[in-house]
């Protein structure tokens, strides 16, 4: 008896720390899904919007997307890192803070590039794996150590960028 209750404050004791997260107990994996509405901005960049669903939470949310090289687990040629700020208040009325996470993201074209009537431009689709950086968030993503969403979308000869995602944040 007395082992299992000193097992059961012992995890209180690592919860209410914060280890939980590096790794001494299991993660909590919440779903996360939505759509991206992008555009282009000049060599490498996107700006956006993104319509997100977490835990049951609809939050809209600015997108910045900047392009990048390709690194060790990059899967293909598009390669961005994504800023994602919310219009939430995660805080309190004297502090508040707005649900914030950046995202290392790669990806590659899925049908053949069609050209657009802009010189240079072509329209495609792709898909994209999203991973959260850790640390990197605020307000409701504080803590995020792990997780992934998969992304599909098409670039438009517009350059407007219509996606659609889904995945999990692990805490």
């Known amino acids: 008896m007395y082992k299992k209750r000193a097992f059961s404050c012992v995890g209180a004791v690592l919860l209410g720390l ?5 790794g001494w107990a299991a993660s909590r994996c919440i779903p996360v899904e939505g759509k991206i509405f992008n555009n282009a901005m000049g060599p490498g960049g996107t700006l956006g919007i993104a319509h997100v669903i977490f835990a049951r939470e609809k939050f809209k949310c600015g997108l910045q997307g900047v392009g ?3 690194g060790p687990d990059s899967i293909g040629p598009l390669n961005f890192d994504h800023t994602m ?7 309190t009325y004297d502090l508040p803070v707005h649900s914030q996470l950046v995202w290392d993201t790669s990806g590659y074209p899925t049908s053949v590039p069609v050209d657009c009537a802009i010189p240079g431009l072509q329209s495609f689709s792709f898909i994209e794996v999203s991973k959260p950086v850790p640390g990197s968030g605020t307000g409701r993503f504080q803590n995020v150590v792990d997780g992934q969403i998969t992304i599909k979308g098409t670039l ?4 407007a960028i ?3 995602f889904s995945g999990q944040l692990c805490f």
């Open 68 to 70: 990048k090289h390709a």
């Open 18 to 22: 914060g280890l939980a997260d590096s």
């Open 85 to 91: 700020v919310c219009d939430d208040n995660a805080g």
């Open 156 to 159: 438009h000869c517009s350059l």
């Open 162 to 164: 219509d996606m659609k």
